[in-house]
C-alpha cells in the first residue's frame, strides 16, 4: 500500500462509524491535557489499549484541529479537518450570508466544483438549497461526504470536461456555480515562520486556473478569490472583511447586487454594505493639520468606496493624494473606519524622533506604514522601541515626503 493510498484509507475509517469511539476519546485525551501531545496520546492510549498507533494519531490530530476551528471560527459539532483545508476555509459568518445571498436570487441548485471540507457546502444547504459537490481528493471527499451529508458528493475531477457539461445541463438558468479555486500548493513552498503553504498570486496558476472559471458556461458563476485580484469587465465584485480583516473577495458573472462593486464588513457581529457613488466627488485633500486619522477598512479601499465615507463621516478628507489614510477634526463615527488621535508630528533623523519619543514617554508602539515600503520591526528598532498597543506609528506620505505621525487609538483615548 502506498503512502497516498494509506492517506485514503485513514480518511475513509475517520468517517466511519468505528472511528467515532476513537475520537470521542480523542477529544476528551486532548481536552485533559491542552498543549502537551504527549500525555494526551499516552491518555488516549490507556483509554482504548487496542488503538492502532496511526489510528490514534489520526484521531489525536482532528481533536487538535476541531479545537482550533472552534477557536479561530467558531465551529463546532463532529467534522472532519486538514490543516490545509482549514486555513484555506471561508468564515462560516461570511458563507452564511453568501449562500442566503444565493438563496433570496431565485438559485435552487447550487454547483460546488471546488467542495474541500465542505463549509460553504453546508451554508447553502442550510440556506435551503440543493447541492452537488465536486472534490477531486478521494480523502477530502470523505471528509466532506461526513461534514455535508444533505449534499450530493462526487469525488472527480470539476475541469473534466464531459463531467462538466453534464453537470452544468442540469442545472436551471437561475442556478448557480460556486468555485472557490485553491490559491495554495499543499505541496508546494511554505513560510519558514508559520509553516503555512505560501498563496500563488497568479491566477492563471490557481487549482482550477482563473481562465476556465471565467469560461465556464453558465449565465451564473460565483467565484471566491484572493482580496487582491482584479475583477473582469461585466463581473460584479464584493470585498469581505470580518472584523477590520479583509478575507476575501466574491465575484459573480451576473449583476448579484446594484453596483459593481462593493465593501462588506462584517464587524463584531454587525453587518455593513458599503457601494460606491459614480457620481459623487473625489474626496478633496486636507488643507490644514486636523487631529484625528482614520484608517478605512481595507474592504472599503479595495472596492474604490472611499468617497463613500464621506455620507457617513461629514467633514471626512484624504490626508494626501499618495495616502490611503484620511481625516477630520472628530474620530469617525461608523464601522468602516478606525480612528486615531494625532499626538505629534515627529521630525528631523531617527536620532532625533528617538529623543521625541522619550521625552513624551513613548516606550511601546505598533507601526503602520502600508503607504511607505519600509519594515515595521526595523522602524521599531531603529527608534528604540518595543512593540505594543498603546501608540501608533504612522509612517504616510505628506506633499511628495515621509511623514511620521504618533498616534493614540481612539478605544484606548476614551478609556
Not at 465551529?75 to 471561508?90: P, S
Not at 442566503?100 to 471546488?114: F, N, P, Q
Request: charged fraction near 20%; include cysteine.
Amino acid at each position: 500500500m502506498t503512502d497516498l493510498d494509506g492517506q485514503h484509507a485513514m480518511a475513509h475509517w475517520l468517517a466511519s462509524p468505528d472511528a467515532g469511539a476513537a475520537l470521542g476519546a480523542a477529544a476528551r485525551a486532548a481536552a485533559s491535557h491542552p498543549g502537551d501531545p504527549l500525555a494526551a496520546a499516552a491518555a488516549l492510549r490507556r483509554q482504548l489499549p487496542a488503538l492502532e498507533p496511526g489510528q490514534a494519531s489520526a484521531a489525536l490530530e482532528q481533536a487538535q484541529l476541531r479545537h482550533l476551528a472552534h477557536e479561530r471560527y467558531g465551529l463546532t459539532g463532529d467534522l472532519l479537518l486538514t490543516r490545509d483545508g482549514l486555513e484555506q476555509a471561508t468564515r462560516p459568518a461570511v458563507a452564511t450570508r453568501r449562500a442566503r445571498l444565493i438563496a433570496r436570487s431565485g438559485a435552487g441548485h447550487v454547483l460546488d466544483l471546488t467542495a474541500g471540507l465542505g463549509l460553504d457546502a453546508m451554508a447553502f444547504v442550510d440556506a435551503g438549497l440543493s447541492v452537488t459537490a465536486i472534490e477531486r481528493d478521494p480523502a477530502t471527499a470523505a471528509f466532506l461526504a461526513h461534514n455535508c451529508p444533505a449534499a450530493r458528493v462526487l469525488c472527480a475531477d470539476a475541469t473534466d470536461p464531459a463531467l462538466l457539461a453534464t453537470l452544468l445541463a442540469e442545472l436551471g438558468p437561475a442556478d448557480v456555480v460556486f468555485v472557490d479555486p485553491a490559491r495554495r500548493d499543499p505541496a508546494g513552498p511554505r513560510d519558514a515562520a508559520s509553516g503555512r503553504a505560501l498563496p500563488e498570486r497568479d491566477p492563471a496558476r490557481w487549482s482550477p486556473p482563473w481562465p476556465f472559471v471565467q469560461g465556464i458556461p453558465h449565465d451564473r458563476v460565483l467565484a471566491k478569490v484572493a482580496p487582491g485580484f482584479s475583477p473582469p469587465a461585466g463581473w460584479h465584485a464584493e470585498w469581505t472583511s470580518v472584523d477590520r480583516t479583509l478575507l476575501e473577495c466574491a465575484v459573480y458573472s451576473w449583476p448579484a447586487f446594484t453596483a459593481p462593486r462593493r465593501a462588506v464588513l462584517l464587524t463584531h457581529g454587525s453587518l455593513t454594505v458599503i457601494e460606491p457613488d459614480p457620481a459623487a466627488a473625489p474626496l478633496p485633500v486636507a488643507d490644514h493639520s486636523a487631529t484625528w486619522l482614520h484608517e478605512p477598512d481595507p474592504a472599503v479601499v479595495r472596492a474604490g468606496a472611499l468617497t463613500a465615507l464621506a455620507a457617513l463621516d461629514p467633514g471626512i478628507v484624504r490626508f494626501d493624494d499618495d495616502s490611503t489614510w484620511l481625516t477630520s477634526d472628530q474620530p469617525s463615527a461608523g464601522p468602516a473606519a478606525r480612528s486615531f488621535h494625532i499626538n505629534a508630528e515627529l521630525t528631523g533623523s531617527p536620532r532625533q524622533q528617538r529623543r521625541q519619543l522619550a521625552d513624551l514617554g513613548v516606550r511601546r508602539a505598533t507601526v503602520k506604514s502600508r503607504d511607505v515600503d519600509v519594515s515595521p520591526r526595523a522602524v521599531l528598532r531603529e527608534l528604540g522601541l518595543a512593540e505594543g498597543p498603546e501608540h501608533v506609528l504612522v509612517l504616510t506620505r505628506r506633499a511628495g515626503r515621509v511623514v511620521t505621525l504618533l498616534t493614540e487609538p481612539s478605544a484606548a483615548r476614551s478609556g
